[in-house]
């Protein structure tokens, strides 16, 4: 089974988050793990599914305005 892997832009542009944002959240460990490639450690992606989770688990309740 083939795993979908996002980049970085691809992640910010599914989750709405602003790269600084991101990095802060990343860094507090409230990301899921970023996967390395091992022909080259510096390429960073991370996997489309464990994103999706991430999206689902901290979506904002919506608010309802009006009458």
Same mark, same amino acid.
């Given at each position: ?20 944002? %991101? ?6 460990? @409230? %990301?899921?793990?970023?996967? +390395? ?12 599914? @464990?994103?999706? +989770? ?14």
């Amino acid at each position: 089974m083939a795993v979908d892997l996002l980049s970085l832009t691809e992640v910010l542009a599914r989750t709405g988050l602003s790269r600084p944002t %991101f990095y802060r959240m990343r860094q507090r460990g @409230d %990301f899921p793990e970023a996967v +390395r490639l091992a022909a080259n450690k510096h390429v960073v992606l991370w996997r489309s599914d @464990d994103v999706e +989770r991430w999206c689902e688990w901290n979506a904002a309740p919506r608010v309802q305005r009006g009458p």
